[in-house]
Every structure is written in C-alpha cells, then in structure tokens.
T-cell receptor, first 112, second 114 residues
C-alpha cells in the first residue's frame, strides 16, 4: 500500500516553461516532505523540503507547495531548463520516525 | 571533500553466492541507510542504523544482512536467500538520529545475476 504516490510516471515540458510535479500522500502523520532529484546511474540529491507548518517554500527556481487538507504537495520549476531533466522523487516522514517514505518518481524531460 | 562512497559500481553475482556491497561516509553522520531501487519503483528501505553497533530491519530486509562496527561504514551483504537480487542499491546517511535533515546518497551499486 503506497503511502506516497506520484501518479505521473513522466512529464515532458518545453524549455522556459513551468514544470509541475505532483505528489499525494495518505498518512496523516507525515509532517515533513522532501523532493530529491536523480540522474541515471547516480544517487538522489536533495532539492527542497517543507514542514507541515508551512504551505510554501521557495529556493530559486524551485517552489514546493503543501496542501495538508488535500494531502497533496507539488514541486514547481520555473523556468524549466534542459539540465532539469531527471527523475524527481517525493518523500515524506512522520515526526516520530524521521525515516522518509519515497514515491515511485516522476521522470521529467525538458526539451530545448 | 565529504561524501558517501559506494563500491563497486557494478557487481555480478552467481547463483548461491553471497556478495557484499561497501558503503563508506566521511560526513560524520550518525545514521546510515540501505535502499533498493527497481525499475518504476521508488526507493525501498532494506536496513538502517541510527548508531554504531545497532541496526534495524526496513521494509524488505529478507535475504539481506548488515553490520555497523564503525560510524563511517555500513556494508550490506546480499545473501543467497535473496531470490531476486538484481537491482540498483543505494546507501545514504544523515546527520543526527532524530532530525529532519535530508539524507545524502552515494552513487549506487548495480547488482546483476550471472
């Protein structure tokens, strides 16, 4: 039973446009959310996170939005660049565990 | 230059053979983790260790074993009991046992069956 769901396996976007990657979760105990970026044959690298006490966190071109009532978060990349092409994993953890549960990932392709 | 080193990058296992994947970190992190990634799947937790000489099973520990004799090292053994070992294995570490610090990952080991 997936507690963290990324329902879009892939996303294709034109360079310069906005990329929106979505993530849903089922466990209401989750209170910390992270996004990781992964290139082929490499380990994931941390991108951005958000605590449940916030509904938005921004870092340069990357913004994460959290909608607790809908148990939904999204990662916005503006503007998208070809170097953003990678697999993006959403992860969530509960305050008592600190061990994240990962989604299956969304493969983003940014076309020049 | 701190980081996590996994070796080897590629590994082949014969039927009935145990193999050990290495993971070393020089970040002085307390917690270390092993994940398995299969195509189209997320990262599934195999084992984790919050402190030296202590470790716990994750979601898919069957057929695997670990040790944590040193803070910087967390080797994973894939035993012959693991019937489907072909996967990409990722090691991670994190500062602090109880914190929301993000994990740092190594570049993985791809294990294949001969």
């Amino acid at each position: 039973d997936q507690q963290v769901k990324q329902n879009s396996p892939s996303l294709s976007v034109q360079e310069g446009r906005i990329s929106i990657l979505n993530c849903d979760y089922t466990n209401s105990m989750f209170d910390y959310f992270l996004w990781y970026k992964k290139y082929p044959a490499e380990g994931p690298t941390f991108l951005i996170s958000i605590s449940s006490i916030k509904d938005k966190n921004e870092d340069g071109r990357f913004t994460v939005f959290l909608n607790k009532s809908a148990k939904h978060l999204s990662l916005h990349i503006v503007p998208s660049q070809p170097g953003d092409s990678a697999v993006y994993f959403c992860a969530a953890s509960a305050g008592w565990s600190y061990i994240p549960t990962f989604g299956r990932g969304t493969s983003l392709i940014v076309h020049p | 230059d701190g980081g996590i080193t996994q070796s080897p990058k590629y590994l082949f296992r014969k039927e009935g053979q145990n193999v050990t994947l290495s993971c070393e970190q020089n970040l002085n992190h307390d917690a270390m983790y092993w994940y398995r990634q299969d195509p189209g799947q997320g990262l599934r937790l195999i084992y984790y260790s919050q402190i030296v000489n202590d470790f716990q099973k994750g979601d898919i520990a069957e057929g695997y074993s670990v040790s944590r004799e040193k803070k910087e090292s967390f080797p994973l053994t894939v035993t012959s009991a693991q019937k489907n070992p072909t996967a990409f294995y990722l090691c991670a570490s994190r500062a602090g046992q109880n914190s929301n610090q993000p994990q740092h990952f190594g570049d993985g080991t791809r294990l294949s069956i001969l």
